[in-house]
């Protein structure tokens, strides 16, 4: 059984994002709060509610010129309602990765449907997934890296046929751990390099690359 509840607030960038032809000063932030219940021997009919949270960026997903910005926040809207849909009428128990696998043929027809293209489309599901293996992992009181260590997700090679003789659960149990990781940054097109040149916004908060 999965619930699945959908939220919005309203997100003002500090600095003007400008990204090739587009330059986003606002935006939506969609929230996935998703309830499932545990079906394994040690917890069964234990219920834990996971959250997953992203902007709606325009012109990210979709950068057709034919489409404005609110329609392409309109195109994710539909993405999350149509994943929300199909994950909550579910009846059947699956693992986390099961029900990705499940629905994603199905999702990514009902977007190309409605005008949606294929990134787009996704936008949807992989908000969902995340909020449920948050769920998940929450639910058996474990880290992520533990869940995917011992594929909690049942992680298969169902959307990957050609790796179907790849030993996957070897490969996940062989993950390590590490003690830095690297935090990627996104350079705007109008992002202050120099001290120099910072933009004015005076919070006291870094300005400049």
């Not at 500090?14 to 917890?43: E, K, N, Y």
């Not at 997903?61 to 909550?88: H, Q, T, V």
């Not at 027809?109 to 936008?123: I, Q, V």
Request: charged share 20%.
């Amino acid at each position: 059984m999965i619930t699945i509840d959908l939220y919005e607030r309203p997100v003002a960038l500090r600095i003007p994002f400008r990204f090739g032809a587009a330059t986003v000063t606002h935006a939506p932030q969609a929230f996935v709060r998703a309830r499932i219940r545990l079906s394994d021997a040690a917890s069964s009919g234990t219920e834990v509610q996971g959250a997953a949270a992203e902007l709606m960026i325009p012109k990210w997903f979709d950068k057709s010129p034919g489409k404005s910005n609110a329609e392409n926040i309109s195109d994710l809207r539909k993405a999350l309602a149509n994943a929300a849909d199909a994950y909550a009428s579910e009846a059947s128990s699956r693992t986390a990765f099961g029900h990705a696998s499940a629905h994603y043929g199905s999702l990514l027809a009902a977007g190309e449907a409605m005008g949606l293209n294929t990134l787009a489309s996704n936008y949807g599901p992989s908000l969902i997934d995340r909020a449920i293996l948050d769920a998940l992992c929450r639910g058996l009181g474990v880290s992520f890296t533990v869940a995917i260590r011992g594929n909690a997700p049942g992680i298969d090679s169902s959307l990957t046929p050609d790796l179907g003789r790849f030993d996957l659960g070897r490969f996940l149990g062989e993950l390590g751990s590490l003690s830095r990781i690297a935090a990627r940054h996104t350079v705007g097109m109008l992002d202050p390099i120099e001290t120099h040149d910072a933009g004015g916004v005076s919070d006291g908060l870094p300005e400049t690359l």
